[in-house]
């Protein structure tokens, strides 16, 4: 599986960004499909993630009620829509993957074999 993603840039605070992560190579319907994030000097976090088969969406605490995670199969991406941004969502953004994942670790960094190279997301005005 390889991961593309695109779609980051400078939004100001409340203002609202698109996520695009285009994937090629086999997917499964207990595929998952992650978002996760990585500050200047911070740890890599969890933000979003969701099945392939569109069962079942998970969000951190941060990103919950703001951010939505969302895929088209016929055009084999994964979207994160991202709403009311905050200075603190500035960070470099990856979607992840991988195949059989149970839902108890799909928040976890060390499920995910596949990465993107990461987009840059900025929030200031």
């Known amino acids: 599986v390889q991961l593309q993603a695109s779609g980051g840039g400078l939004a100001q605070p409340g203002g609202s960004l698109r996520l695009d992560c285009a994937v090629s190579?086999?997917?499964?319907?207990?595929?998952?499909m992650a978002w996760f994030r990585q500050a200047p000097g911070k740890e890599r976090e969890f933000v979003a993630a969701?099945?392939?088969?569109?069962?079942?969406?998970y969000y951190s605490n941060s990103a919950k009620g703001r951010f939505t995670v969302s895929r088209d199969s016929a055009k084999k991406a994964v979207y994160l829509e991202m709403n009311s941004l905050k200075p603190e969502d500035t960070a470099v953004y990856y979607c992840?993957?991988?195949?059989?994942?149970?839902?108890?670790?799909?928040?976890?960094?060390?499920?995910?074999?596949?990465w993107g190279q990461g987009t840059l997301v900025t929030v200031s005005s």
């Open positions: 992840a993957a991988d195949n059989a994942v149970h839902m108890a670790t799909i928040r976890f960094r060390s499920t995910y074999k596949y």
């Open positions: 190579g086999h997917t499964y319907s207990r595929s998952a």
């Open positions: 969701m099945y392939w088969s569109g069962d079942g969406t």
